[in-house]
């Protein structure tokens, strides 16, 4: 006899593929506006050029994907991108399209290189400068992604001058072209698809790595990458949030919530989240409540967004959370979002002045969040809703619906 939770599996899997044909997207157009943010955030920085090993940023830079998340805590691969001169990939498999060569580099992680590393970070200082040499340029200021600190030391005993390649990086990515919001958007689609799938499959006995799994596979099945996590939880799981997925099994009036954190079909961020109920019955009148609260919050903070606005100035303008549900609010009402989670950040007020100001710009793709739970209660309610900035306030990129069983 098949068990409840064993039919999540035997289903027909191929429906988790089944969306619309992929978008045409210039890829050639996508690359060369891609390389002339990154050009144009080394001249606003000063440097002559960058040393790239985070994957988002290889990703964008080269869109090399091989690896990501080996290449996350192991920098294997790297590259120099200059703000004049041919890109170089080094230790690279294959020829990902934004490089101009790839060559066989050093050995720069541990499991390569062991007790060696000082020397292989000499050997990288040297072919920086005479990679210098061969662009052309004596500007001395280069730019570093997480590397050794002997890396660092190396170059500087070089007489170059070192600053955090992130800052160049995440900051070429944070205005989006027509191309890369095209790309965002077939991600989000990927994504909803998953969650319809979700939905589906909701029911008594299956399990929440299940459940996370639809949305796993829908993503692989449309070439997409990976999830930064697997958050989804159910039942008492969801209060607080932040807890990933489990083999607990749904029962029968729990809440289910997640959030995608999917790096989807051409390396774009789909990153929605949304609540649901497993039946049979409908949603208690505490949990209508919930997510209406949570829904409000997320309309309220919509409306803020546009060009021109001050990070502070939607901190202290945001929608003024109850105070039952400060304590497990969500970490931030208003993220960046492209390749991943990207600048800006706006924190609650109440949980102090933001770290940084900044400006809302026109072409950057934001994800607005609420959480609701309160303090030793059951229940929970995680929206998230992504949209791009536009001339005049904001277009939604997540249309997956709400929940009508919950505003009844």
């Given at each position: 006899m098949t068990s409840p939770d064993a039919r999540v599996l035997n289903d027909d899997w191929s429906d988790l593929s089944r969306i619309?044909?992929?978008?045409?997207v210039d890829q050639a157009r996508l690359y060369a506006y891609r390389t002339e943010r990154m050009r144009a955030s080394l001249r606003q920085h000063g440097a002559a050029m960058a040393m790239l090993v985070n994957p988002i940023s290889l990703r964008y830079a080269l869109d090399y994907r091989t690896y990501p998340l080996w290449q996350s805590h192991a920098h294997t691969t790297y590259a120099f991108v200059p703000v004049e001169g041919p890109i170089a990939a080094y230790n690279v498999y294959g020829n990902p399209p934004g490089a101009d060569y790839v060559r066989v580099g050093r050995q720069n992680t541990y499991f390569d290189g062991g007790p060696e590393l000082p020397e292989n970070a000499r050997l990288i200082a040297q072919d920086i400068c005479d990679y210098l040499s061969e662009i052309g340029s004596d500007n001395r200021r280069v730019a570093v992604e997480y590397v050794n600190p002997s890396l660092t030391q190396?170059?500087?005993?070089?007489?170059l001058e070192v600053i955090d390649g992130i800052a160049v990086a995440e900051e070429a990515r944070i205005i989006k072209s027509p191309d890369?919001?095209?790309?965002i958007k077939w991600a989000v689609e990927v994504a909803e698809h998953g969650i319809s799938q979700v939905k589906a499959a909701l029911r008594p006995g299956v399990s929440e790595v299940q459940l996370w799994g639809l949305l796993n596979y829908t993503n692989l099945a449309n070439n997409g990458d990976w999830h930064n996590g697997r958050m989804l939880a159910s039942g008492p799981r969801v209060n607080p949030w932040l807890q990933e997925a489990t083999d607990r099994k749904v029962e029968a009036g729990d809440l289910v919530a997640f959030d995608t954190d999917m790096v989807g079909p051409f390396g774009y961020f789909a990153d929605i989240?949304?609540?649901l109920f497993c039946g049979p019955g409908r949603p208690s009148a505490r949990q209508k409540e919930l997510y209406r609260l949570a829904l409000e919050e997320?309309?309220?903070n919509s409306k803020l967004v546009r060009p021109g606005i001050t990070l502070a100035e939607i901190q202290e303008r945001a929608w003024q959370t109850p105070e039952e549900y400060k304590e497990n609010a969500y970490c931030c009402v208003l993220h960046g979002v492209g390749m991943t989670d990207e600048f800006p950040r706006v924190n609650p007020v109440y949980r102090g002045q933001n770290p940084y100001d900044g400006v809302i710009q026109e072409g950057m793709?934001?994800?607005?969040?609420?959480y609701m739970g309160a303090v030793g209660e059951r229940d929970g309610v995680k929206l998230e809703q992504q949209v791009l900035v536009t001339s005049d306030g904001i277009e939604p990129i997540s249309t997956y619906p709400w929940e009508s069983e919950f505003l009844e």
């Open positions: 619309r044909p992929l978008p045409s190396a170059l500087l005993q070089r007489g890369e919001v095209m790309c989240s949304r609540t997320i309309e309220y793709v934001v994800c607005i969040e609420s």
